[in-house]
């Protein structure tokens, strides 16, 4: 059974934000959601399925154990899980440069090491650590970069029809047997690679000239995320970045068009990846009536592990979030 036919023939769906190797919010939501660990699997007596956003492991305590959890529930029907970029990562980190030997697709660089330390050290100190980790970025390789259902959509950063047709071919389908795929995805000006970042990593855009930020890393930055959820609006609206960034943006008097936009009468999308805060303690849906972002940042102090119990509506209501903490 296709993730599609899986989800489609489900009694409801449980979208839930990205995990970040927090097992214990996770088992909570579970549970909260109405799951039973049946078995070992978690599942729902009345048929309900969940639909994962991806971006499972890096940075939290539990990085082994949340990727088992979700792969039983997949691998048993009770789940579907989309890749995020930080499993795209993860393939990268893990394969040899086709062209220069000794190096990887994805460089193992202090940041990149930084990033994902969490995963590398958790798999490691297991005594079957090593076979694990490929088993599980094997796994990785398999998983899906999008949903688009009769009721609903979701992808893990960005819902881009174009960059999605650019993805939609024979190669893209077989892509966990074909290693050229996975090059494609990491060669600097591929279409391939283009088109992952834009729905694992999300789209860009250049900065006007004198405007630029530094990023959490202290890397001076001259391209912006766009929030290509937000229709229309200026500059400071339309980008995400630290409020000090905002309030320069804020003089550039002009509204821009970055040709990316998500109509309010389209079927509703479900994304993750972009470290919401939660307002009062409370999640919060980004657009009404039909775009949700579920990542309010299990990772951080104070962020909470988010999902949307779904029953084939076609207007997002915030009672329908639910969520936990640590």
């Not at 009721?151 to 892509?175: F, M, P, Q």
């Not at 990593?201 to 000239?209: H, I, W």
């Not at 002009?254 to 303690?281: A, I, M, N, Q, T």
């Not at 209501?317 to 639910?322: I, R």
Request: hydrophobic share 35%; charged share 25%.
């Amino acid at each position: 059974m296709t993730p599609d036919q899986l989800l489609n023939d489900a009694t409801g769906i449980d979208l839930i934000g990205d995990v970040h190797g927090h097992l214990d919010p996770l088992q909570t939501l579970l549970t909260r959601l109405g799951y039973e660990p049946l078995s070992g699997i978690y599942r729902h007596p009345q048929g309900r399925k969940v639909l994962f956003l991806g971006d499972l492991i890096d940075r939290g305590p539990a990085n082994v154990e949340v990727v088992a959890l979700v792969r039983r529930m997949v691998e048993h029907g009770e789940a579907v899980c989309l890749a995020g970029n930080h499993e795209l990562n993860a393939v990268h980190f893990s394969m040899e440069h086709p062209d220069t030997k000794g190096l990887h697709l994805r460089p193992r660089s202090d940041k990149n090491l930084r990033q994902h330390l969490a995963f590398l050290s958790q798999y490691h100190t297991r005594q079957d650590g090593l076979d694990r980790m490929q088993e599980d970025i094997a796994w990785f390789r398999t998983l899906p970069l999008w949903i688009d259902l009769p009721g609903l959509r979701a992808v893990h950063a960005c819902w881009s029809a174009r960059h999605i047709e650019a993805l939609d071919d024979a190669t893209a389908k077989r892509r966990a047997q074909h290693d050229a795929f996975w090059h494609r995805t990491a060669t600097k000006g591929d279409p391939l690679r283009d088109a992952t970042d834009v729905l694992l990593k999300g789209a860009e855009t250049t900065l006007p000239d004198g405007v630029t930020f530094q990023d959490k890393d202290g890397h001076v930055r001259t391209e912006a995320r766009i929030a290509w959820w937000v229709e229309h609006g200026p500059w400071p609206d339309r980008v995400l970045g630290p409020p000090d960034f905002k309030l320069r943006l804020a003089m550039v008097q002009e509204e821009p068009d970055f040709g990316l936009r998500y109509p309010l009468d389209e079927k509703p999308v479900f994304f993750g990846h972009y470290w919401f805060s939660p307002r009062h303690g409370t999640p919060w849906i980004a657009r009404e009536p039909n775009v949700c972002c579920l990542d309010f940042s299990i990772a951080r102090p104070g962020g909470l592990l988010t999902a949307y119990r779904w029953d084939d509506e076609d207007r997002l209501n915030s009672e329908k979030l639910v969520s936990v903490g640590h």
